[in-house]
């Protein structure tokens, strides 16, 4: 079956700008993470879903940063007025109720920031 | 913050076996030890998961001694395609956030 899609895998924006980025995770998984990775660094985790509602959204960084799952399937991770410190590459993940400890991520969203 | 400490990078030969260890110091009661392989612009990858003793898969194995203070992920025989960042994490039993820190790059020569 699929894995889980981002869309877009690439996306150049300025400074002060709004975006979308979205992650459409394995069908039938409730469990849904986002993640943001710079350069040389690991995976850092942002937000959690299980079903629609954010479980836990102690990663994010700030209040400019906000997702939404409201189906309980796709899930948009929104950002409001870039900064250049933003750009990264924004991953997403899944995991089904049964083996939640087993994540599967999507390649990511490469920010830039001008 | 990452609670594990691994080495940055390692080079390792075609066909040659690559043990990639990594520190726990400060590992609680409950943690599992995870290892996920991150390719080039990819997303990590879990590969294998333990809480002591060894575990194999057909990826590969993992050697958790019973102090639990380190785990070593051995990779046989390995290829071109091996050539990954490798991350070591710890994982409280119920919570499903898992921890990143730099990993181990690996890098196999022909």
């Known amino acids: 079956g699929a894995g889980v899609s981002q869309t877009p895998s690439n996306k150049v924006t300025e400074k002060g700008k709004y975006v979308e980025l979205r992650c459409d995770p394995i069908?039938?998984?409730?469990?849904l993470y986002w993640y943001r990775q710079s350069l040389g660094q690991g995976p850092e985790f942002l937000i959690y879903?299980?079903?629609?509602?954010?479980?836990?959204d102690s990663g994010l960084p700030n209040d400019r940063f906000f997702a939404v799952r409201p189906e309980g399937s796709v899930s948009t991770l929104k950002i409001q007025r870039t900064e250049r410190g933003d750009s990264a590459v924004y991953l997403c993940?899944?995991?089904?109720?049964?083996?939640?400890?087993?994540?599967?991520f999507g390649p990511g969203t490469r920010l830039t920031v001008l | 913050l990452a609670k594990t400490t691994q080495p940055i990078s390692m080079d390792s030969y075609e066909g040659q076996e690559v043990n990639i260890t990594c520190s726990h110091n400060?590992?609680?009661?409950?943690?599992?030890i995870t290892w996920y392989q991150q390719f080039p612009s990819q997303g990590p990858r879990f590969i294998i998961q333990?809480?002591?003793t060894k575990v194999t898969n057909e990826v590969a194995s993992l050697f958790i001694p019973a102090d639990r203070k380190s785990s070593t992920l051995s990779l046989p025989r390995v290829s071109l395609s091996d050539t990954a960042v490798y991350y070591c994490?710890?994982?409280?039993?119920?919570?499903?956030?898992?921890?990143f820190g730099r990993g181990t790059s690996l890098i196999v020569h022909p």
């Open positions: 879903f299980q079903g629609t509602g954010a479980a836990d």
């Open positions: 333990g809480y002591k």
């Open positions: 400060n590992i609680a009661t409950n943690d599992y």
């Open positions: 994490l710890e994982r409280s039993r119920g919570s499903y956030i898992p921890t």
């Open positions: 069908s039938g998984h409730t469990a």
């Open positions: 993940a899944s995991s089904s109720r049964a083996q939640q400890d087993t994540q599967y």
